[in-house]
Each structure stands twice: as C-alpha cells, then as structure tokens.
C-alpha cells in the first residue's frame, strides 16, 4: 500500500523561528491534507491541498505531486503552534504519516 | 455550521465490558470515519461509512463495530474490552467517502473521545 513518511519527527524551536515540516509518500495521489493536532487532542484542519501552494497568514504549504512530497511552513513560530503535524492522503482509505511533533519555546 | 461532535468526551472502563461511542457529523456530510490513536500506533483507520453501509474497514478484530443511521450520526462499539483498547478515538466526516479525491471533500474531525480501560 502506499506509505506516507514525514519528517523531521521531533522539531523543537525558539518563539519567532521558521520551520519547514516534510510530507513524502510512494505513489501517486490526487489530494492531500494538512492537519495539527493541538495538544488536547483535537484536529485542526490546515490545508487541503493536492498541488500547487497555498497560504493562510503565517502558514503555507506546497504540494509537488510530480515528485511526491509536500511541505508546510510555518513563520514566526508562537506556542500556540506546538502539537503534531499530519499530512494524510486519500488512497481505498485515509493514510495518515506519523506526524511531526513541534514544541515552540517562549 | 456545527462541526463534528463525539460523545462521550472521556470514558472510563474495566476490561471486559463493552462500549458505545457516538459521533455526529457536519450537516450534509454522508461519510464518517473512524481511527483510534495510540502513542505507539499511531493514527489508525478503523472503519468507514456512507450512506449506511460499511465501504471499508481497516485491520483490527471483529470486538470492534460500527453503524450508521439514516441521519448519517454514526456509533461504533467495541465489546470486551483490553488494555490495548485505552486510546484516543476520532471519528470525521466528509460530503462522500474520504478517499474520493474532490477538492470539495476534506475531513473534518470530530473532538475524540478518551477511552480508558482498566
């Protein structure tokens, strides 16, 4: 079945710092979603994006499908932004990668 | 519009019984979708359905079940319960199954309920 890799799986970052958070995955596919998870467990939706770039004030994403990947930047970090971030594609079923855990520091 | 509610939002059980949980979707949406997530597993899809009937079911045993109603509110049960049942359990829903590809189909999920099983 397809496979969904994300990475970096830990990323710890200062208040104020930029990140870039990797979704690669194996076959072809004509959708993906972005999600964060807050820390009460709860799925925020980010972005729907099957190629091109999107941006949603300090967020932004770009999916290559061509090449299989997708990236999420987030800008000017705040705690606010700390939880887990999933990329998950459409296949027979949902696949979810195992997301990238972000702790901002103040 | 409502999103997507779960109830109960946390439960507590002894091995060996069994559990009802409940998941009421966006209004209009006709798919809904179960995963259990656990530290170690992960996000893991447990099963689908839309317009009543079960499209797909992911890898876990037969204790595990579920239904939808003609109002599309869905319930999954999961009967004698192990410890390896303690999780986070999120259902979500979309306009038709979530694997369809339109740009018009995102998945919205639901809060989850916090299952614990001792």
């Known amino acids: 079945g397809i496979q969904v890799e994300q990475s970096p799986p830990d990323l710890i970052l200062q208040e104020g710092a930029n990140s870039t958070l990797r979704c690669n995955f194996s076959d072809s596919v004509n959708n993906l979603q972005w999600f964060h998870q807050n820390p009460w467990g709860q799925l925020i939706n980010l972005f729907y994006i099957p190629s091109g770039t999107k941006q949603n004030g300090r967020l932004s994403a770009t999916t290559v499908a061509t090449e299989r990947y997708s990236l999420l930047y987030i800008s000017s970090s705040q705690t606010t932004d700390s939880g887990v971030y999933f990329c998950?594609?459409?296949?027979?079923?949902?696949?979810f990668g195992k997301g990238t855990r972000l702790h901002i520091l103040p | 519009k409502a999103g997507v509610t779960q109830t109960p939002r946390y439960l507590i059980k002894t091995r060996g019984q069994q559990v009802t949980l409940s998941c009421s979707p966006i209004?209009?949406?006709?798919?809904v979708s179960w995963y259990q997530q656990t530290p170690g597993q992960g996000l893991q899809f447990l099963f689908e359905?839309?317009?009543?009937?079960?499209?797909n079911k992911g890898n876990f045993p037969g204790r595990f079940s579920g239904r939808q109603f003609s109002n599309s509110r869905s319930e999954m049960n999961v009967s004698t319960l192990e410890l390896g049942d303690s999780a986070l359990y999120l259902c979500?829903?979309?306009?038709?199954?979530?694997?369809?590809?339109?740009?018009?189909?995102?998945?919205?999920f639901g809060p989850g309920t916090r299952l614990t099983v001792l």
């Open positions: 359905y839309f317009s009543e009937t079960q499209r």
């Open positions: 209004s209009g949406h006709r798919s």
């Open positions: 979500a829903s979309s306009l038709i199954p979530g694997a369809i590809p339109k740009s018009y189909n995102e998945q919205f």
């Open positions: 998950a594609l459409p296949h027979d079923k949902i696949i």
